[in-house]
């Protein structure tokens, strides 16, 4: 994803710095047009707006915060905007970190998936301080369709996970919905088009049911990284004392996919949990 954001970015007209800690994902970039750093410090010198998308908490940590990272490269008025879904206490850390220096952070984490990223129709969940928020958004409008503000720092890493905790259900009742129908021998494509004019409709529905028909899941989203995302959802929801069984349930059924080798499928693969093709121990 983060190869076609930044993609975007270069089409827009932006002078950009790429660094990938796996080097050779740079060339396609720098092919056109694109500067390559050696490292995070060293793409973040000079640049107004520096942008993050990587895996999870502690890769943010790492290349923003580590030994090399952004943090070090970052002058008094850039902003840094992490678009990776991690967990909002990182991003508040961040973002305190980054004040002492006189920097800004948002976090920006998106939804939409790769098609998403390809056609730069992501949708961001924002949060960080309006000055700092008002200076990206130009450049996160390169690759996003919808722009939330919606609060503080840390306030898009929530809202990312209610996202997931939403999409969670959708992607595990998708996938019984259409094991049922096919047990009683329903036409899967004409039941999914009776559906989408209905009140299932979802993205969820039109845009992976022909995974799950075709019992076949190309990315799309790895299922080893929405069960992150899902851990830090439930992580959050525990520190305020909210039990969230739905969500508890789903990343049990994720578990024993990744468990299975699975996870690095799309997360439409949770069908295999209703088919009966892989169980959850529970």
């Known amino acids: 994803m983060g190869e076609a954001m930044a993609g975007h970015l270069l089409a827009a007209g932006h002078s950009l710095t790429v660094h990938n800690r796996t080097r050779s994902r740079e060339e396609a970039l720098a092919g056109r047009g694109a500067a390559r750093a050696a490292s995070p410090r060293e793409a973040a010198e000079g640049a107004e707006l ?3 998308c990587v895996s999870d908490t502690p890769d943010v940590e790492h290349v923003v915060l580590g030994d090399g990272g ?11 905007v992490d678009c990776s879904t991690i967990a909002p206490s990182m991003s508040r850390l961040v973002a305190e970190r980054l004040a002492e220096r006189g920097a800004g952070a ?11 990223a390809q056609r730069g129709t992501l949708t961001a969940f924002v949060g960080g301080n309006e000055e700092h928020v008002a200076k990206a958004r130009p450049a996160l409008e390169a690759f ?19 996202n997931q905790i939403m999409i969670a259900g959708t992607y595990a009742c998708l996938g019984e919905g ?8 329903l036409p899967l494509e004409a039941l999914v088009e009776a559906l989408s004019g209905g009140a299932a409709r979802s993205w969820v529905l039109e845009n992976r049911s ?10 799309g989203f790895k299922t080893g990284l929405h069960l992150k995302d899902l851990r830090i959802a439930l992580d959050q929801a525990a520190a305020g ?11 049990e059924e994720e578990q024993s996919l990744v468990e299975a080798g699975l996870g ?19």
């Open 264 to 282: 690095d499928e799309d997360v439409s693969n949770i069908a295999r949990v209703a088919r009966g093709e892989v169980r959850p121990a529970r």
């Open 241 to 251: 004392g909210l039990d969230l069984a739905v969500t508890r349930l789903v990343a």
């Open 210 to 219: 022909a995974n799950v028909i075709a019992g076949s899941y190309p990315l």
């Open 144 to 162: 996003c369709g919808r722009l939330t503000h919606l609060g503080g720092p840390g306030a898009g890493q929530v809202a990312k996970a209610v």
């Open 70 to 80: 952004a943090i070090d490269g970052l002058a008094s008025g850039a902003v840094l």
């Open 50 to 52: 520096v942008f993050v």
């Open 178 to 185: 259409l094991a049922l129908a096919e047990r009683e021998g």
């Open 106 to 116: 948002v976090d920006a984490p998106v939804s939409g998936g790769s098609e998403g």
